[in-house]
C-alpha cells in the first residue's frame, strides 16, 4: 500500500521551530522526486521546494531562504522540512509530494497544520 504519511505540525510562537516529517511506504521513495507545497488561509497551493533524488535542493519561495531546511533520509524512506524563526505568515497547511522516476504516480501527503500566533 503506497503511503505518505506525514508529521509534526501544530501550533507555535512567533520565532519558533517546527520540524515535518514525510514518510513513505510501498514504492520506491529514494528514486523519487520529493517536494514541499503550502497552502495558507484563503490561497490555493503552491509549490515551495523540491528535492531531487541525488540531494539537490531547490526552494522556490524566498520568504523561506535561510529559515527553512528541506532535507531527504532516503534510508529512512523520510523526508523533513525543518522550520525556524518561524512567522504568522507561515501559516499554512503544509503538503510533502513523491514522483517516482519514470513513472505517472503522484502521491501526496495527507496534510499537516502549522500555525504560528502569539
Known amino acids: 500500500q503506497v503511503q505518505l504519511v506525514q508529521s509534526g505540525g501544530g501550533l507555535v510562537q512567533p520565532g519558533g521551530s517546527l520540524r515535518l516529517s514525510c514518510a513513505a511506504s510501498?514504492?520506491?521513495?529514494?528514486?523519487?522526486?520529493l517536494t514541499w507545497y503550502r497552502q495558507a488561509p484563503g490561497k490555493e497551493r503552491a509549490l515551495v521546494a523540491a528535492?531531487?533524488?541525488?540531494?539537490?535542493?531547490?526552494v522556490y519561495a524566498d520568504s523561506m531562504k535561510g529559515r527553512f531546511t528541506f532535507s531527504r533520509d532516503d534510508a529512512k524512506n523520510t523526508g523533513y522540512l525543518q522550520m525556524n524563526n518561524l512567522k504568522p505568515e507561515d501559516t499554512a497547511i503544509y503538503y510533502c509530494n513523491a514522483h517516482p522516476n519514470g513513472t505517472d504516480s503522484n502521491y501526496w501527503g495527507q496534510g499537516t497544520q502549522v500555525t504560528v500566533s502569539s
Open positions: 510501498g514504492f520506491t521513495f529514494s528514486s523519487s522526486l
Open positions: 528535492i531531487t533524488r541525488d540531494g539537490r535542493v531547490i
